[in-house]
């Protein structure tokens, strides 16, 4: 594998307020945030993973893994997954390019972001409540992990 961050947030930046065509919209769905997340990851290079079930990845609304659209199913794959990609690391030690998912009540993580920029503050880009380069810090939240991409 070879994940190149430049290329997800080029992804991450143009379809922030939109949605790729060739990706269902999950949003009336219980969010877009995770489908977004995966969507920017395979455009930085992480393959698509065919494997039933334990997989990640999208063909169609029919044909895809939980891992792809799930918050907790992709923290699973990344982090333990048969060929983890992604270690758990404090989310103030992320890097443009790596994941932060967040937790509203302390308990269960329920969004997923994209970190964009960590010059002066870490920004993020996501879907759901579509944002763009937004602080991370203008969120509420009670837990945030970060996801480190091996690169």
């Known amino acids: ?46 393959p698509m993973d065919y494997t039933p079930v334990t997989g990640w990845y999208y063909s169609s609304m029919a044909s895809r893994s939980p891992s792809f659209t799930g918050v907790e199913f992709l923290y699973n794959y990344l982090t333990k997954g048969r060929s983890p990609v992604a270690a758990e690391v404090d989310y103030q030690s992320v890097s443009p390019g790596d994941i932060i ?17 960590t010059d002066g503050g870490i920004e993020i880009t996501t879907h759901t409540y579509d944002a763009d380069s937004r602080p991370l810090a203008s969120y509420e939240y009670a837990r945030a992990r970060g996801l480190a991409i091996a690169r």
């Open 1 to 46: 594998m070879s994940y190149n961050p430049a290329n997800a947030i080029a992804y991450a930046h143009k379809w922030a307020f939109s949605r790729n065509p060739r990706y269902g919209d999950f949003s009336n769905l219980g969010g877009d945030c995770t489908n977004f997340i995966s969507q920017c990851l395979h455009a930085g290079g992480i």
């Open 101 to 117: 998912q967040l937790s509203f009540d302390g308990v269960k993580f329920e969004h997923s972001l994209l970190v964009v920029n």
